[in-house]
Nanobody, 121 residues
């Protein structure tokens, strides 16, 4: 019932910026921690950033100072503003979220479809 729909990926030059969006759709009782992961070809999927429903954030060291995660709880949407992009940021970026459709449920984890970010000159 809950889908995570991503947008905003693309090709950008080093030093450029992109803004990724991930909207959770459906009837949601509560949307918990949301996160961004990325996976480069031949590498494992790694956690990039998290944000709680209250706005507390974490970032992996390579993106600190360059990426900013935010969310709009009214729109059930999480964003990842990516500035000063580097070739090493090239990866498929995935949205992840924990949610409850009903109050009695245990937390469920969902994934977006992934969006390609390519940083190249």
């Amino acid at each position: 019932q809950v889908q995570l729909v991503e947008s905003g990926g693309g090709l950008v030059q080093p030093g450029g910026s992109l803004r990724l969006s991930c909207a959770a759709s459906g009837s949601i009782f509560r949307l918990g921690v949301m996160a961004w992961y990325r996976q480069a070809p031949g590498n494992q999927r790694i956690l990039v950033s998290t944000i709680t429903s209250g706005g507390s954030t974490t970032y992996t060291d390579p993106v600190k100072g360059r990426f900013t995660v935010s969310r709009d709880n009214a729109k059930n949407t999480v964003y990842l503003q990516m500035n000063s992009l580097k070739p090493d940021d090239t990866a498929v970026y995935y949205c992840n979220a924990q949610y409850k459709v009903e109050s009695w449920q245990d937390w469920v984890t969902g994934w977006g479809q992934g969006t390609q970010v390519t940083v190249s000159s």
